[in-house]
Antibody, heavy 117, light 113 residues
Framework: EVQLVQSGGGLVQPGGSLRLSCAAS????????MHWFRQSPGKGLVWVSR????????TYADSVKGRFTVSRDNAMNTVFLQMDSLRAEDTALYYC??????????WGQGAMVTVSP | DIVMTQSPDSLAVSLGERATINCKSS????????????LAWYQQKPGQPPKLLIY???TRESGVPDRFSGSGSGTDFTLTISSLQAEDVAVYFC?????????FGQGTKLEIK
């Protein structure tokens, strides 16, 4: 089955760290760029970061630049989002998604990240 | 950054009637190189991730019912549901994938009248 399965969400204190994982199956993972998005409760969708197909190039939203790091392991078919120096405003449901020169056609189920004392 | 603005914010339509959602980008998302508009539409139901409906502004994703259609070019786009079904109740987002950050519209909540 073609799918993305996420793990790693949870509750963390301000200033803390968390790592999200997104495991791919059923398709050639190494052919796709992978992205992270987030959605605050009751709010819209926001793009967070992307990594290209071999992991050599990454891009970040200004709001997370310098604090978040995206990486991938093509041997494990997994993309990661390392989140450091977390703030209350980072509280959101985080999604991973794939694209290949077009729109984002496959999404993970989401992982909730709550930043609170 | 390209800002995406949808209208209306919410919409109530009777079953079997047409629903129309508009999306405007702050700059063109048309790429001359491949003659494509880098504009997608997604449907999101509660507790679910977004589902891709339309890409390249007017290409329906595989498995999406043909009552869903997309149109427009440059900066102005429209998602049309030709005959609303109960299962279409959701929030709909447009998104540009022309350049990062790949911004979304604020969403349009579609309900049954």
């Amino acid at each position: 089955e073609v799918q993305l399965v996420q793990s790693g969400g949870g509750l963390v204190q301000p200033g803390g760290s968390l790592r999200l994982s997104c495991a791919a199956s059923g398709f050639t993972f190494s052919a796709y760029w992978m992205h992270w998005f987030r959605q605050s409760p009751g709010k819209g969708l926001v793009w967070v970061s992307r990594v290209d197909s071999d992991g050599s190039s990454t891009t970040y939203a200004d709001s997370v630049k310098g604090r978040f790091t995206v990486s991938r392991d093509n041997a494990m078919n997994t993309v990661f989002l390392q989140m450091d120096s977390l703030r209350a405003e980072d509280t959101a449901l985080y999604y991973c998604a794939r694209n290949w020169g077009s729109a984002f056609d496959l999404w993970g189920q989401g992982a909730m990240v709550t930043v609170s004392p | 950054d390209i800002v995406m603005t949808q209208s209306p914010d919410s919409l109530a339509v009777s079953l079997g009637e047409r629903a129309t959602i508009n999306c405007k980008s702050s700059q063109s998302v048309f790429y001359n190189f491949n003659n494509q508009n880098y504009l997608a539409w997604y449907q999101q139901k509660p507790g679910q991730p977004p589902k891709l409906l339309i890409y390249w502004a007017s290409t329906r994703e595989s498995g999406v019912p043909d009552r869903f259609s997309g149109s427009g070019s440059g900066t102005d786009f429209t998602l049309t549901i030709s005959s609303l079904q109960a299962e279409d109740v959701a929030v709909y987002f447009c998104q540009q994938y022309f350049s990062s950050p790949y911004n979304f519209g604020q969403g349009t909540k579609l309900e049954i009248k």
